[in-house]
């Protein structure tokens, strides 16, 4: 049930040990193929971004940002959409799960033969989000998700549920554990687009959209850093882990 779920962002995270002073300043231009829209230097905080917007998986357009803090890179993959255009959860959706996701994966994987430092842990992130619905049927069909849990779909509110279910990597076969964080809930929506020429306000109706979050992460029981010749293995194994979640709902 992957295709139930829009990819409202993703995000790739590497924590890494010294890289060379100033490598970073290409990263952005080598993934994409063309240079930076938008750069800004941090230098008390040793922090740098970059961002532009790209087409990822062929159909899905959005703005790509790399952050680059001490011993930490975060890629960042979110739609490109005006405030006035956000009627609903799901109009920030870049795209579909899998094709959005599989683009993301193949247009990072050839970073890591650029970065020119070490990687200790790998984290593959989503904000997902199912069509708008009425509360009831959010709960309902987050049930379908949640065999295990009893949700009152119509005596209660404010659901939410967050669990870990660690499983050994297999690229990384070491007995190193990848967490498979998830977290999941129905969240109510109510959009309002102000207008400059002094009008009324749009005011949207409040929908109610079923959400999930994902952290899959390699555990921190490692102490040494993640062979580079297996880091594109390792990022399309959390890829397929993290799909599993969004179509078989929440597994051992």
Not at 119 to 129: E, H, K, W
Not at 148 to 153: F, L, M, N, R
Not at 237 to 251: N, T
Request: a negative charge; aromatic letters at 6%.
């Amino acid at each position: 049930m992957s295709e139930f779920w829009g990819a409202v962002l993703l995000r790739l995270t590497a924590f890494i040990g010294e890289q060379a002073e100033g490598a970073h300043s290409g990263w952005w231009e080598s993934v994409t193929g063309r240079p930076p829209e938008h750069e800004e230097t941090r230098r008390l905080q040793a922090t740098y971004h970059y961002d532009g917007s790209i087409l990822v998986g062929g159909s899905a357009s959005g703005i790509l940002n790399l952050d680059v803090s001490p011993g930490r890179v975060d890629w960042v993959l979110v739609k490109d959409v005006a405030p006035q255009q956000l009627e609903s959860l799901q109009s920030s959706a870049l795209g579909p799960l899998v094709p959005t996701i599989d683009g993301f994966q193949a247009l990072l994987s050839s970073w890591f033969g650029l970065a020119g430092c070490s990687v200790n842990r790998l984290a593959l992130g989503a904000q997902l989000c199912g069509p708008s619905v009425g509360k009831i049927e959010g709960y309902r069909a987050l049930g379908t998700f949640l065999p295990d849990v009893k949700i009152d779909t119509e005596g209660s509110s404010d659901f939410l549920y967050r669990i870990n279910r660690p499983r050994p990597s297999l690229v990384l076969q070491d007995g190193t554990p990848v967490n498979r964080l998830s977290l999941w809930s129905v969240s109510a929506l109510r959009v309002s687009v102000l207008r400059t020429d002094g009008g009324q306000t749009a005011m949207f109706p409040e929908e109610a959209t079923c959400t999930l979050e994902l952290d899959i992460n390699t555990g921190q029981t490692r102490s040494t850093a993640i062979p580079s010749g297996i880091l594109a293995d390792l990022l399309k194994e959390l890829r397929s882990l993290l799909v599993e979640i969004a179509e078989l709902g929440d597994c051992p």
